[in-house]
């Protein structure tokens, strides 16, 4: 073994010495546990199990809580001694004081963790510097069986132990420890490392015994060491202490709320110890929930914000996914995330804190710069899997052109242990070191670990200016950011989405969530349409107090390990039990608005209006008023069912009401359908399907156009192998061989202006009920789908092989859409193998195209002239049973004229999803409605999209935010069908930039691609 190996070999196991030399037991704590299953409140604490537990007992099971007390004395031996408390429940802990408020967490040693990072446990309670030698120790914690990620390690009590700490061998250790780390990471035959060795391995010859003089003489020596300092950085790191928290993942929402404390706690503490100490947390509803749960906590951390020690981190009310989540509510994140934090703080968030989020959305960068947030930090891109992204640092830019200066920390990873080697990695490997002088450090250990510990803080106060080391201050991460953004125009600059070559299975896992997240988008767009119509015509006040809560709720279950399908089971029965509740309060609210505008339209009298019942029946009886609402930006004219299976054409212009009736009725011509032949056609297309369901044939029966490409088939539903998890399937799931389903009834249908065939599927235990619908004058083909998924370990998908060639296919995201290539020439294509889009996926020639549009699906693939669409995985981690359930979606083909542009694919992206609402007029004083059609929003432009109009936040004006749809400079203008006093342009936080010039109620806009545009409008009173 070589001569430097022994050495090094000898300086650790000395370092072990001296860490099991440092905590002396000098007496036994008596413990008690008062165990429930879900926690209780420190006035009920004793209203559980009492347990008598001592050292090695069992105490609990998985998820479940204890109230502990601990007692014992101090012996009189401890006198001037510096005491401690060591407690390790196996489980996260939190002591609080005598009022229940909490003080410090711990968290169990044997904790799950990346060890290479450091070690998890926190288990050190301080309780004198110099003891008298006769206090008396009486603490209650609350506690979890769990650790870090939620897992089950025995819940036993570990110990529980009043002891000394000897502070001249603490010292000692971590001055060896950071010594030593750094010597090891210096170069070979450097000066610098062969003197810290040298002075290392001097002290284990000193320390052959464990005297308070040969610790003082080791101190010494090394302390030389400890003392030279560096020259004129080449870079400086930033330290800002760190615990990412999950909101929800492998543990329920109720435990985070606890982890929160446990983590507040500890930082509250190590601040009182560690005065260079700087915090930093994010996300506002974690904040909120301590304010809720913990108000003395909460006003703790207000204080030291306003020491500005504490760092709140931006700007979205949680770490949100970016995929699946619609633009509104990305805007809407950010909005009630910097609210929070400038009404609680009164600071201005200026950058994104997404450390660990799965993939970034290209029309990010422009949420951002029009909300003020001019950063971002991230992390997660290290784990792609073929291509490194090549910048830590770096401009990036979204499709309208946008740019947000991004930084990576470029040791990758949110938890670092603030070590020698943590600053020797981020050096080394800092892919743009050749012109940024900062990197960020994120310190500490999060998902319950309390952050920061004592070993972080006693490195960091070594490596300041540590010869061998590039220098590190703890500081915010806005100050970090405003030195990084002094060289901003000589960073590089990434345009387009930032895709994470991992965990594409979160674009579909946990179907039923993503479907509730939709339907709750689209439900609550139509609810301020209606909210800000109600209110101006009909006085009704508008419901912003419940709107605003509604749309928290719905924001916290867009969290990036809810929403993509990674969290445990208990949090998907959670979060679709209350999905239900909520949808069902947007939907009453929605009816009762609607209600009561096509009351007013009927002329009710005030009491007739007030007296309304609730309701958004789709129909009404002969000699009632039905008003139809269209909540979309343009003129539509479709057929609906009334009461009695009669069938009504209405044209409902653009954001605007219309009266259903005679004058609006027609006669059907209903599609034909052969079962001979089994065939489905209207005017435009035919439909044919083979023996086992899938379709062989849509001809364009108008431009005599083959849309399936020949010999293959569409909507070829297949199974596949998935022996993946929530995150993650394999990439090369199609060389497996697919599955077909096995096609066991099919029968036809005709009604109204719609026909069509009904398929029944069945796969294993699984049964699938497709209705596949054709309507008169419509090119699109609806594929309505119910599911009862009874399969483990399976993937679902539906393919479309087209008669069309093309280089790249057009995917809608938010606020606009992407391009992304249709081939694998390079690593960089084939990584992107599973793509996210939202409404639609195009596939376009010229002249020709076919989209693939769907109502609550989010993974797609498009390779040659392939649309596929994945619609379930049944992955038996972390949820052994995710998306064993029935499920209903529909998905649709919509062949085209022209590129996805000049055919607005968009527009039927938008119908699929967002119905045509209908209110019915009752009461004693109503009348036949009003046959006059009413718009009371209206883009001039047809690629310009209305996606929200609701009440300001801090006002009576009404906000308009609109988009440009197609990527082009578009000439347009607002029109408003509401007396309009004034307009104004503002920023996504409402703020007032420009005044508008309107003319005849219509104001004039100029949109660049992609830009978004919000204007916020004065109506005048009735």
């Given at each position: 073994?070589?001569y430097?190996?022994v050495?090094?070999?000898?300086?650790?196991?000395?370092?072990?010495?001296?860490?099991?030399?440092i905590?002396?037991p000098i007496s036994?704590?008596t413990a008690t546990a008062?165990?429930?299953?879900?926690p209780?409140a420190?006035?009920?604490?004793m209203s559980?199990?009492?347990?008598?537990v001592?050292a090695g007992?069992?105490?609990?099971?998985l998820?479940?809580?204890?109230?502990?007390?601990?007692e014992g004395?101090v012996?009189i031996?401890?006198?001037?001694?510096k005491?401690?408390?060591?407690?390790?429940v196996?489980?996260e802990l939190?002591?609080?004081?005598?009022?229940g408020?909490?003080?410090?967490g711990?968290?169990n040693?044997?904790?799950?963790?990346?060890?290479?990072?450091?070690l998890?446990?926190?288990?050190?309670?301080h309780?004198?510097?110099?003891s008298?030698?006769d206090e008396?120790?009486?603490?209650?914690g609350?506690?979890g069986?769990n650790?870090?990620?939620g897992?089950?390690r025995s819940?036993t009590?570990?110990?529980?132990?009043?002891?000394?700490c000897r502070e001249?061998v603490?010292?000692?250790?971590?001055?060896?420890?950071v010594?030593l780390?750094t010597a090891?990471?210096?170069p070979?035959g450097?000066a610098?490392?062969?003197?810290?060795?040298r002075?290392l391995?001097?002290?284990?010859?000193?320390?052959?015994?464990?005297?308070?003089?040969r610790?003082?003489?080791a101190?010494?020596?090394?302390h030389e060491?400890?003392a030279?300092?560096?020259g004129d950085p080449?870079l400086t790191?930033?330290?800002?202490g760190?615990a990412h928290?999950?909101l929800?993942?492998l543990w329920p929402i109720?435990?985070?709320?606890?982890?929160?404390?446990r983590?507040?706690?500890t930082?509250?503490r190590?601040?009182e110890?560690y005065p260079?100490?700087i915090?930093?947390?994010?996300?506002?509803?974690l904040?909120e929930?301590?304010?809720?749960?913990?108000?003395?906590l909460?006003e703790?951390v207000?204080e030291r914000?306003?020491?500005g020690?504490?760092e709140?981190?931006g700007?979205m009310?949680v770490?949100?996914?970016t995929?699946?989540?619609g633009?509104?509510?990305?805007v809407r994140?950010?909005?009630y995330?910097k609210r929070?934090f400038?009404?609680?703080f009164?600071q201005e968030?200026?950058s994104?804190?997404?450390p660990?989020?799965?993939?970034?959305?290209a029309?990010?960068?422009?949420i951002?710069?029009?909300s003020?947030?001019?950063?971002?930090?991230?992390?997660k891109?290290?784990w792609s899997?073929?291509?490194r992204?090549?910048h830590?640092?770096?401009?990036?830019?979204?499709i309208?052109?946008?740019q947000?200066?991004t930084?990576m920390p470029?040791?990758?990873?949110?938890?670092?242990?603030?070590a020698?080697?943590s600053?020797?990695?981020?050096e080394?490997?800092?892919?743009?070191k050749?012109?940024?002088?900062?990197?960020l450090?994120?310190?500490g250990?999060?998902d319950?670990?309390?952050?920061p510990?004592?070993?972080?803080?006693?490195?960091?106060?070594r490596?300041?200016?540590?010869?061998?080391?590039s220098?590190?201050?703890?500081e915010?991460?806005s100050a970090?950011f405003e030195?990084?953004?002094?060289?901003?125009?000589?960073?590089?600059?990434?345009r387009?989405e930032?895709?994470?070559?991992?965990?594409?299975g979160?674009?579909?896992?946990?179907?039923?969530?993503?479907r509730?997240?939709r339907?709750?988008e689209k439900a609550?767009?139509?609810?301020?349409?209606a909210?800000v119509?109600a209110?101006s015509?009909?006085?009704?006040?508008y419901?912003q107090a419940e709107l605003?809560e509604?749309?928290k709720?719905?924001?916290l279950y867009?969290?990036?390990d809810?929403?993509?399908?990674?969290?445990?089971k208990r949090?998907y029965d959670e979060s679709?039990e209350?999905?239900a509740l909520l949808?069902?309060?947007?939907e009453?609210?929605?009816?009762e608005?609607?209600e009561a505008?096509?009351?007013?339209r009927?002329?009710?009298s005030?009491?007739?209006?007030?007296a309304?019942?609730?309701?958004?029946?789709?129909s009404a009886?002969?000699g009632?008023?039905?008003?139809v609402?269209?909540?979309?930006?343009?003129?539509?004219?479709e057929w609906f069912?009334s009461?009695?299976?009669?069938?009504?054409?209405?044209?409902v212009?653009?954001m605007?009401?219309?009266?259903a009736?005679?004058?609006?009725s027609?006669a059907?011509a209903?599609p034909?359908v052969?079962?001979v032949?089994?065939?489905?056609?209207n005017e435009?297309l035919?439909?044919?399907f083979s023996?086992n369901g899938?379709?062989?044939s849509?001809?364009?029966k108008?431009?005599?156009?083959?849309?399936?490409?020949?010999?293959?088939?569409?909507?070829?539903?297949?199974?596949?192998?998935?022996?993946?998890d929530?995150w993650d399937?394999?990439?090369?799931?199609?060389?497996?061989?697919g599955?077909p389903l096995?096609?066991?009834?099919?029968s036809?249908?005709?009604?109204g202006?719609?026909?069509?065939?009904i398929?029944?599927?069945?796969y294993?235990?699984s049964?699938i009920?497709?209705?596949?619908?054709l309507?008169e004058?419509?090119?699109?083909?609806d594929f309505?789908?119910t599911?009862?998924?009874?399969?483990e370990?399976?993937?679902?998908?539906?393919s479309f092989p087209?008669?069309i060639?093309s280089?790249?296919?057009a995917c809608?995201?938010?606020?606009?859409y992407?391009?992304?290539?249709t081939?694998r020439?390079?690593?960089?294509?084939?990584?992107k193998d599973?793509i996210?889009a939202h409404q639609?996926v195009?596939?376009?020639?010229?002249?020709?195209?076919a989209?693939l549009?769907?109502d609550?699906?989010?993974?797609y693939?498009a390779?040659?002239?392939t649309?596929?669409?994945?619609?379930?995985?049944s992955?038996?981690y972390?949820?052994?049973?995710?998306?064993?359930a029935?499920?209903?979606?529909?998905?649709?083909?919509?062949?085209?004229v022209?590129d996805?542009?000049?055919?607005?694919?968009?527009k039927?992206?938008?119908?699929l999803?967002v119905?045509l609402?209908t209110?019915?007029a009752?009461?004693?004083h109503?009348q036949?409605?009003?046959?006059a059609?009413q718009?009371?929003?209206?883009?001039?432009?047809?690629?310009?999209?209305?996606e929200?109009?609701?009440?300001?936040?801090?006002?009576?004006?009404?906000?308009?935010?609109l988009y440009?749809t197609?990527?082009?400079s578009?000439?347009?203008?607002?029109r408003?069908?509401?007396p309009?006093?004034?307009?104004?342009s503002?920023?996504?936080?409402?703020?007032?930039?420009?005044?508008?010039e309107?003319?005849?109620?219509?104001?004039?806009?100029?949109?660049a691609?992609?830009?978004?545009?919000?204007v916020m409008?004065?109506?005048s009173?009735k």
């Amino acid at each position: 073994m070589p001569y430097e190996t022994v050495k090094f070999d000898q300086m650790r196991s000395m370092l072990g010495r001296l860490q099991e030399y440092i905590y002396q037991p000098i007496s036994t704590l008596t413990a008690t546990a008062w165990v429930t299953k879900e926690p209780v409140a420190y006035a009920e604490r004793m209203s559980g199990q009492r347990l008598e537990v001592a050292a090695g007992d069992r105490w609990g099971e998985l998820w479940d809580c204890a109230w502990f007390h601990f007692e014992g004395q101090v012996p009189i031996d401890a006198r001037g001694s510096k005491v401690v408390l060591l407690i390790d429940v196996n489980g996260e802990l939190c002591l609080v004081d005598e009022a229940g408020t909490p003080v410090q967490g711990l968290t169990n040693i044997n904790s799950e963790f990346d060890y290479s990072l450091g070690l998890p446990g926190k288990r050190v309670v301080h309780i004198s510097e110099s003891s008298s030698g006769d206090e008396a120790i009486d603490l209650w914690g609350d506690a979890g069986c769990n650790d870090l990620f939620g897992r089950y390690r025995s819940g036993t009590l570990k110990e529980a132990v009043i002891a000394i700490c000897r502070e001249n061998v603490r010292e000692l250790y971590y001055d060896a420890e950071v010594l030593l780390e750094t010597a090891e990471k210096l170069p070979q035959g450097s000066a610098r490392k062969e003197k810290i060795a040298r002075a290392l391995y001097e002290v284990t010859l000193i320390l052959t015994e464990m005297t308070d003089e040969r610790i003082a003489k080791a101190s010494a020596l090394l302390h030389e060491q400890l003392a030279k300092r560096g020259g004129d950085p080449a870079l400086t790191i930033s330290a800002v202490g760190h615990a990412h928290i999950d909101l929800a993942w492998l543990w329920p929402i109720r435990e985070t709320i606890r982890k929160g404390a446990r983590t507040f706690s500890t930082a509250l503490r190590m601040m009182e110890r560690y005065p260079d100490y700087i915090f930093g947390a994010s996300q506002p509803q974690l904040y909120e929930w301590v304010k809720t749960h913990y108000p003395a906590l909460y006003e703790q951390v207000k204080e030291r914000v306003k020491e500005g020690r504490w760092e709140p981190q931006g700007a979205m009310w949680v770490e949100s996914d970016t995929n699946v989540p619609g633009g509104e509510a990305l805007v809407r994140q950010v909005l009630y995330g910097k609210r929070y934090f400038l009404q609680e703080f009164g600071q201005e968030m200026k950058s994104l804190w997404m450390p660990d989020v799965f993939g970034y959305t290209a029309s990010l960068p422009q949420i951002l710069s029009k909300s003020g947030v001019d950063y971002m930090m991230t992390q997660k891109l290290s784990w792609s899997t073929y291509n490194r992204h090549p910048h830590h640092t770096f401009m990036w830019e979204g499709i309208d052109g946008s740019q947000v200066l991004t930084h990576m920390p470029p040791e990758d990873t949110y938890n670092s242990p603030a070590a020698p080697r943590s600053i020797v990695k981020a050096e080394a490997d800092y892919l743009d070191k050749n012109v940024a002088d900062h990197a960020l450090m994120l310190f500490g250990i999060g998902d319950g670990g309390g952050g920061p510990g004592e070993e972080h803080l006693e490195r960091l106060a070594r490596e300041k200016n540590l010869l061998g080391l590039s220098p590190v201050v703890q500081e915010p991460s806005s100050a970090f950011f405003e030195k990084l953004a002094e060289k901003q125009a000589s960073y590089q600059t990434w345009r387009g989405e930032l895709y994470l070559e991992k965990h594409q299975g979160t674009l579909t896992s946990q179907a039923r969530n993503k479907r509730y997240n939709r339907k709750l988008e689209k439900a609550l767009r139509e609810l301020e349409f209606a909210a800000v119509l109600a209110s101006s015509l009909c006085g009704i006040a508008y419901p912003q107090a419940e709107l605003e809560e509604i749309w928290k709720e719905v924001l916290l279950y867009q969290f990036h390990d809810i929403l993509p399908g990674s969290s445990i089971k208990r949090v998907y029965d959670e979060s679709l039990e209350h999905y239900a509740l909520l949808l069902e309060r947007v939907e009453a609210l929605l009816a009762e608005r609607y209600e009561a505008i096509a009351l007013q339209r009927t002329a009710a009298s005030p009491v007739a209006v007030a007296a309304t019942a609730v309701t958004s029946d789709a129909s009404a009886p002969s000699g009632e008023a039905l008003t139809v609402f269209n909540s979309l930006p343009w003129e539509r004219t479709e057929w609906f069912e009334s009461e009695g299976g009669s069938w009504q054409r209405v044209t409902v212009p653009a954001m605007g009401i219309a009266a259903a009736g005679a004058a609006q009725s027609a006669a059907p011509a209903t599609p034909t359908v052969c079962t001979v032949q089994r065939t489905i056609e209207n005017e435009l297309l035919k439909v044919t399907f083979s023996e086992n369901g899938a379709i062989v044939s849509v001809f364009d029966k108008v431009h005599n156009r083959e849309v399936v490409l020949p010999g293959q088939s569409a909507n070829l539903l297949q199974v596949y192998d998935d022996k993946g998890d929530a995150w993650d399937f394999r990439q090369d799931y199609r060389e497996t061989g697919g599955m077909p389903l096995a096609l066991i009834e099919s029968s036809s249908f005709e009604s109204g202006p719609t026909a069509g065939v009904i398929q029944c599927y069945q796969y294993g235990d699984s049964v699938i009920i497709q209705k596949v619908v054709l309507t008169e004058g419509s090119r699109r083909i609806d594929f309505v789908t119910t599911v009862d998924w009874k399969e483990e370990e399976k993937m679902l998908r539906t393919s479309f092989p087209l008669n069309i060639r093309s280089e790249r296919a057009a995917c809608e995201i938010q606020f606009g859409y992407l391009n992304r290539p249709t081939h694998r020439n390079t690593m960089w294509d084939y990584a992107k193998d599973e793509i996210c889009a939202h409404q639609y996926v195009d596939l376009s020639e010229p002249s020709y195209g076919a989209a693939l549009l769907n109502d609550c699906k989010y993974g797609y693939r498009a390779e040659g002239s392939t649309l596929d669409l994945n619609l379930l995985r049944s992955s038996k981690y972390p949820d052994p049973e995710a998306d064993q359930a029935e499920h209903m979606f529909t998905y649709s083909l919509y062949p085209h004229v022209g590129d996805h542009v000049a055919a607005e694919v968009y527009k039927q992206g938008y119908e699929l999803n967002v119905p045509l609402r209908t209110a019915r007029a009752e009461g004693e004083h109503s009348q036949p409605a009003s046959s006059a059609a009413q718009s009371f929003f209206q883009p001039a432009h047809p690629s310009v999209m209305i996606e929200a109009v609701k009440k300001a936040e801090d006002s009576d004006a009404i906000i308009v935010r609109l988009y440009e749809t197609s990527g082009a400079s578009v000439q347009s203008a607002l029109r408003v069908g509401l007396p309009l006093q004034d307009a104004w342009s503002t920023d996504l936080m409402e703020n007032k930039q420009e005044q508008l010039e309107a003319v005849d109620g219509s104001i004039p806009l100029a949109f660049a691609p992609f830009e978004i545009k919000t204007v916020m409008l004065t109506i005048s009173a009735k």
